[in-house]
Nanobody
Framework: EQLLESGGGLVQPAGSLRLSCAAS????????MSWVRQAPGKELEWLSDTWRGDEETFYADSVQGRFTISRDNAKNMVYLQMNNLKPKDTALYYC???????????????????????WGQGTQVTVST
């Protein structure tokens, strides 16, 4: 079971990036998938979950309206479109498979890697002038 992120980089404030995550080794379509991030010295922050559609897609307040999660089950890919990026979005971004999912209120409490059973190596996003 493996996840591999790509698409990070340096972007100016108000800019956009699209992160990609390739999954392999498990039946991708049957799982919720998440995007999380971790900035230096800060705890893990859950950003978004998605499964089968809009009713099973959730966002943290910090990214609601700016970030969009999507997935392509045929390609075993999950994406994070990030718009209107801010310096506070600077972090290492990971896609991850949560151990338990289905409610936004529970996702908000996922602040540890113990809450996930598969994650990638991360891709760095730096928002700066």
């Amino acid at each position: 079971e493996q996840l591999l992120e790509s698409g990070g980089g340096l972007v100016q404030p108000a800019g956009s990036l699209r992160l990609s995550c390739a999954a392999s080794g498990f039946t991708f379509s049957t799982y919720y998938m998440s995007w999380v991030r971790q900035a230096p010295g800060k705890e893990l922050e859950w950003l978004s979950d998605t499964w089968r559609g809009d009713e099973e897609t959730f966002y943290a307040d910090s990214v609601q309206g700016r970030f969009t999660i999507s997935r392509d089950n045929a390609k075993n890919m999950v994406y994070l479109q990030m718009n209107n990026l801010k310096p506070k979005d600077t972090a290492l971004y990971y896609c991850a498979r949560p151990r338990s999912a289905g409610r936004r209120i529970d996702a908000l409490t996922r602040t540890s890697w113990k809450d996930y059973d598969v994650w990638g190596q991360g891709t760095q996003v730096t928002v700066s002038t």
